[in-house]
């Protein structure tokens, strides 16, 4: 006998065409019982559905199938099994089994939908039933409810209808064990904070749940606890946030313990990342609750100076490897942990200083003197670590070599992509100028550099004169702003030789003079809010700070090309009496900035400039009378004594 054919005249395509029928009416007998009138019906093609579902993939894969039979059940079908219970009429073991198979079939549909029908009300509406079945359910069934509404709760549309949920003891009660409750809630509270009108809800749901939480956590090194808050503080809307919550003091009280605990890499990740956020975010009352010790252990260490100088050995031993891992999958998450260590350094630099200039007998901080002093050391010995690593990594990014001027670097290569210099060691997704990481060092160093009066650390800042002029150009328009901290920084380092002579040589005072122009024209331009217009003046106020300490340094050698500064003051429209002070005090610096260029300049100079004198004078005379007009008696003595000042400057000058 002859072996049958295959070919595609025969067998194969009548067995497909009978197969295919039978899952037509396979299908079309699931979606009867599905439609039907009775629970009895609904829950044989709920348990047939389960079984296609389990072992099928044909149906998983098929939109249109997956979208009929999704329409064919009933929303009100699957809250009725959710809420079964044993009773007189339904054994125990029944009830569970009705509440596991539609938690089952939920939790694949939660997969398989397309992302539009998720935020349908259909599946949506499923989440109170679902965190109710929570109470009785097993183990494996509580996964799929969490999972499931982590699913649903991922979309706006179901983190309101968790937020509307005033009960979530099911879930609380379950943190502990179980993570993805801490996601559920993240989830439900940053997804609602979206919402503008939802910002009170959010943050009452948030004040009445974070002690729960804490009170659950207790007696645990609570690193999931920790971790959950600071990614939930950092992604919430401010608006949306607690204004100074009381559970703060407990929130900080658990990473305390955690600190002082010797814990692993995750928790150390925890309580840095965690204290960072809360130290923006609730500035009054964080730094003392984080860094002051209540009670005296002349026996121990004090806990600030345990904490900070754990931040510094973790920066310190982090930098030798950090340029290699760049590229890596890693690099993120120690590059945000390392920027969280820079910011609370710079916090508590910031703390330290406002406590040891209080009275010292209100001062409700304090350390032992050598306590102090070597933590003074290690935080410098830290800075000049900090600063070969911004040397490295900037000249890995853009310079190519220590101090080059822009116009010496290497040329550039073309490629697919554009242009670009040919160094190849910077980071593919991180560039030096949207890394946090770096902002967050630069800003740590420049408080240091302030407030330390180290003449060392300042003229090895002044060695990355080239990175700060550049990076202070192009925060403009980059995602990052380094003008403050680059101006905190030069206000430092100009009070050295070394830092005057490296601003000047990369064009530091074309580069702030320009700004500050900018600046001037901004706010005469009146387009603006007052509160953009201070923002616009406080940082005006810190370049003439900067250009004022250029000319005034010993060293220095007026150039003509600076005079254009005096232009810029005559051309000054006196504010209105209503103005912010600081857009008066502004302009009184202009004034202080303009005579002392003049002072400073050539006789020559001064004569070709003698036709400013009208103007400098009178600007001066109207600044005078808007002082008297000011409600605050004490900064009006303050600005009046200033322009005096001004007034005998240009009077010493002969323009007057």
Known sequence: MEPTSLSANNAPEPAHSESSGLVDTAFERMQTFLKAKDDTSRFVGLALLKSVLDNDGQLVHNADRVRIIWESLSPKFFDRLLRAHGNDKLKKSDAQDMVDLAVSVLHTFSIILPEASKKEKRLTGRTHPLVKALVESPAETTQLILQTVATITSQPEGALEMLNFEDTSPLTEIALQHPLVLDILGFTWINASTIESKALVVQARIDKTMPILLKIFEGTDAVTLLAFAET?????????????????????????????????????????????????LYPTICPELLFMDKT??????????????LLLIDLRSS?????????????????????????????????????????????TFSMPP?????????????????????????DASIAGASGLHPSARAGTAATSEGKRLTITWESMTDSVNTDMLILSAIRTLAIWIREDENENLRNESAGLMDMFIELYQISSHKALDFRYPILLALEGI????????????????????????????????????????????????????????????????LLEDWIPVVKATTSLKSPSSSSPAIIIEVQIAMLQLSTALLANAAGG???????????????????????????????AAEFFNLLEGVALDLENLGMN
């Open 232 to 280: 939930l503080l950092s992604s919430i809307p401010q608006a949306s946030l607690p204004p100074n919550p009381k559970w703060v003091g407990k929130l900080i009280k658990n990473l305390r313990g955690l600190v002082i605990s010797k814990p692993t890499l995750a928790g150390r990740s925890a309580y840095t990342q965690l204290a960072a956020t809360l130290l923006q």
């Open 296 to 309: 005296s252990h002349e026996d121990k260490k004090p806990f600030s100076y345990l904490f900070v100088n």
């Open 319 to 363: 930098f030798p490897t950090l340029l290699e891992l760049l590229n890596s999958e890693k690099y993120p998450t120690i590059s945000r942990r390392l920027a969280a260590a820079f910011d609370i350094v710079s916090s508590f630099t910031g703390f330290l200083v406002k406590s040891l200039d209080e009275n010292a007998a209100s001062s």
């Open 370 to 394: 050598d306590l102090l002093l070597k933590l003074r050391k290690d935080i410098a010995e830290t800075m000049s670590l900090t600063i070969e690593y911004l040397r490295d990594r900037w």
């Open 494 to 557: 100009m009070t050295t030789e070394d830092g005057v002579d490296n601003f000047l040589g990369q064009d530091g005072w074309k580069a702030l003079s320009e700004d500050l122009d900018t600046i001037l024209r901004r706010i005469s331009d009146g387009r603006g809010t007052d509160d953009e217009a201070a923002g616009l003046a406080a940082r005006g106020l810190e370049i003439i700070r900067v250009l004022l300490a250029v000319v005034d340094h010993p060293t220095t050698h």
């Open 605 to 635: 100079v001064q004569k070709r400039y003698v036709t400013s004198n009208a103007a400098l004078s009178g600007l001066t005379q109207q600044l005078k009378k808007i002082v008297a007009g000011m409600d605050d008696g004490g900064e």
